[in-house]
């Protein structure tokens, strides 16, 4: 088991809620019966992964919480983590994710190893991120980056790099952080592996335990359980 992590900077990336999460379309769609509902439902559902994602980062003993984001209903609808004296907001530059990430690297900008964390992981454990954040850490002694591959194999969840390293986060991410030198993690951290990308990983991830948010979806509006955070 690696040791608990002494407090790495992570940078977390949460897209523009109506524009996220297409693949989970049908999901939503079970979920109201008019077009509106079903909007409403998607965003919410979005927010709720992001929320209970970012609940658990701050429950880790992570030191400093970049956020990058334009989202316009993240002050009123997710309070606890706005509230936190770790999070740090930045604005997307709105040129896909990984130019996200490289505002969210960037507006670090230190030497210091950062981690990039995607905000989809709703049955994250903060001991499972503090666990990989400080084997990649341990990591970049022998290379330039480490990557947690996501539960396919393919995606990349979590991603340590020492600035300049670029990330290649979108299809096929965890071979293109490979080609590109990082190594990867190899703990079960079976939250940390279990991103949300289409229907049938809602099911997966609730067997695992989810936080309050997702448990509560599809809910009343407004996600009364957002504060949860709590399994
Ligand atoms: N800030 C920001 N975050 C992004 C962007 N694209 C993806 N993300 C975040 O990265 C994580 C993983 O992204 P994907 O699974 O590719 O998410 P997606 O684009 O919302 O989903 P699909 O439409 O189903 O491909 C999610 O937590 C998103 O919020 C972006 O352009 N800006
Ligand atoms: C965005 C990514 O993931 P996915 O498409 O699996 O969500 C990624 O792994 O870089």
Do not use: Y
Not at 26 to 51: N, V, Y
Not at 71 to 94: K, M, S, T
Not at 130 to 158: K, Y
């Amino acid at each position: 088991m690696a040791d608990r992590d002494d407090g790495t900077d992570l940078v977390v990336p949460v897209k523009e809620l109506r524009r996220a999460k297409t693949r989970l379309a049908a999901a939503s769609a079970r979920a109201a019966d008019t077009e509106r509902g079903r909007r409403a439902a998607h965003a919410d559902l979005a927010l709720a992964l992001a929320a209970d994602t970012l609940a658990a980062v701050l429950a880790s003993s992570v030191r400093r919480l970049v956020v990058v984001t334009s989202e316009p209903r993240w002050h009123d609808d997710v309070p606890p983590v706005v509230a936190d004296p770790r999070l740090e907001l930045v604005a997307d530059p709105g040129r896909g994710l990984n130019a996200a990430v490289r505002a969210g690297v960037g507006h670090l900008d230190g030497p210091a190893p950062v981690g990039v964390l995607l905000a989809d992981l709703p049955a994250l454990r903060p001991a499972e991120l503090d666990e990989a954040l400080a084997a990649g850490r341990a990591a970049l002694e022998r290379a330039p980056a480490a990557f947690v591959a996501d539960h396919t194999g393919e995606g990349t969840s979590l991603l340590v790099l020492t600035p300049g390293f670029a990330p290649r986060f979108g299809r096929g991410s965890a071979a293109a952080h490979a080609a590109a030198g990082a190594e990867p993690l190899r703990g079960a951290w079976p939250g940390l592996r279990h991103d949300v990308d289409v229907p049938a990983d809602l099911d997966e991830v609730r067997a695992l335990g989810v936080g309050s948010a997702t448990r509560a979806w599809p809910g009343v509006p407004g996600l009364p359980a957002l504060a949860g955070g709590c399994r």
